[in-house]
Nanobody
Framework: QVQLVESGGGLVQAGGSLRLSCAAS????????MGWFRRAPGKAREFVAA????????YYVDSVKGRFTISRDNAKNTVYLQMNSLKPEDTAVYYC????????????WGQGTQVTVSS
């Protein structure tokens, strides 16, 4: 079973940047297409980006396209989310998990990492 640990969140001013990391345990990490999700206060979880197993293909929802970049290092069992030009509406707890476009179920969710963008 793969376990997920997110990190890298924090408080940043609008227009700033953060880089999130998701470290996965387990030997089969490279077999999974991965995604980043977020949950803002009072809102449902939102899927925001995904990356293929090799890293050669990526996907972004419109609200983050051009500002966020997803990447992965399979040798380090880690997926990253580089977030630039942050906006207050990006404030949320961010999680990684399997790409919901590929899989019908999820791994156990990690604790997430809080991102707060001040105006």
């Amino acid at each position: 079973q793969v376990q997920l640990v997110e990190s890298g969140g924090g408080l940043v001013q609008a227009g700033g940047s953060l880089r999130l990391s998701c470290a996965a345990s387990g030997r089969t990490f490279s077999n999974y297409a991965m995604g980043w999700f977020r949950r803002a206060p009072g809102k449902a979880r939102e899927f925001v980006a995904a990356i293929s197993r090799s890293g050669g293909s990526t996907y972004y929802v419109d609200s983050v396209k051009g500002r966020f970049t997803i990447s992965r290092d399979n040798a380090k069992n880690t997926v990253y989310l580089q977030m630039n030009s942050l906006k207050p509406e990006d404030t949320a707890v961010y999680y990684c998990n399997l790409d919901p476009r590929v899989y019908s179920d999820y791994l156990a969710w990690g604790q997430g990492t809080q991102v707060t963008v001040s105006s």
